[in-house]
């Protein structure tokens, strides 16, 4: 915003207005569909980052969650109008009146990626390029770095920890966490400098969000009988129909042809999300109707649970217990054999504790 009405002002840029029908853009009818599914990826696929849910839960309450929730969407929508109206600047500029080389096409895809520079380095102040160049290089890189730490910490905490050492102490962990930091660095400067399009590998990881992690998102938050089966089921079906479909910009064949009405990226996403909603649902009527013994809950979700999982002290009070979504006061839950496990209530499919069991053993007796 700093650097539009400098822009503007310059010698060499003419009215955005009259150049309104080169800049505007046009969308054709065949690309309809493709733009509302972009959109909706746009929409939809921005809610699962792990970045954004960083700044949620360092919220206070959860009230102030929801209105910095709301703030931010307001902000991207202000946010948005810049570049638009840099775009715009660009488009009507002479710039054979400016001190840019004109030998280079600045219409080429290599020059188009660097208009947001070109126009504070040619139209603005010295000052100011000087201020916009260094809010855009901290913007990218407080992303880049939440971003590279994110990944990290939960490589630490959700795979190291939780599969291969569960009982790593919290040093291990910080130390596995700083290892992740330098892999995943590396990692990405070499995938920012292979890739041609920062932009399309942007709206790529957004596509994986959308189909893969939004369907799991809003079964976890929404549908309480969602388990680990139909969750692994739905991220094989979603990432396996998106691969099929193709992306041609990073050179994936498309092997299944939709037609052209249906969004592609949206289908995978509801696919995904019925994948998860009915695969939980089967094998959560079966295991709980012991069609399927007790012993094949490899995942032990749903009544293989151990009672290590989740230890609790014998005196747990009714605010530690509704802290853990147990309720206290439901009937328990009885299994095939006479000495077989019994849980307190409804766990939302979770483990059980020690002191869960001792109630329930007391109460059977």
Known sequence: WLAVPFALEHKSVGSIITTWPE???????????????????????????????????????????????????????????????IGAIAKSTNWTATDYDIKQNITSPEAQKLILPLVLQHLCPKSIAFIGLGAVSAAVMSSADSSVLSASSMFARNVWKLVFRNHAGEREVLWVMRAGIFFVGAAAAGIGILVPSIYLLWILCSDLVYVVLFPQLLCVVYANFTN???????????FLFRILIGEPEIGIPQVLVLPWFIPSKTFCMLLSLFTILFVSYITKTLFESHTIPAKYDIFHCLVNIPIETMPLKESATNEEFSKLNVNISSKTKKYDNDLSYQTLGDTLNGPYSPSQETLAYNDSR
């Open 228 to 238: 680990t089966y139909g969750s692994l089921a739905a991220y094989i079906i979603g």
């Open 23 to 85: 800049w505007r853009g046009h969308i054709e009818k065949y690309q309809e569909v493709k733009w509302i599914d972009d959109l909706l990826l746009l929409i939809f696929g921005g809610i699962p980052w792990q970045v954004y849910f960083q700044r949620v839960l360092s919220a206070k309450s959860a009230q102030q969650a929801m209105y910095l929730s709301f703030c931010a969407a307001v902000g991207c929508i202000v946010l948005a109008v810049p570049p638009v109206l």
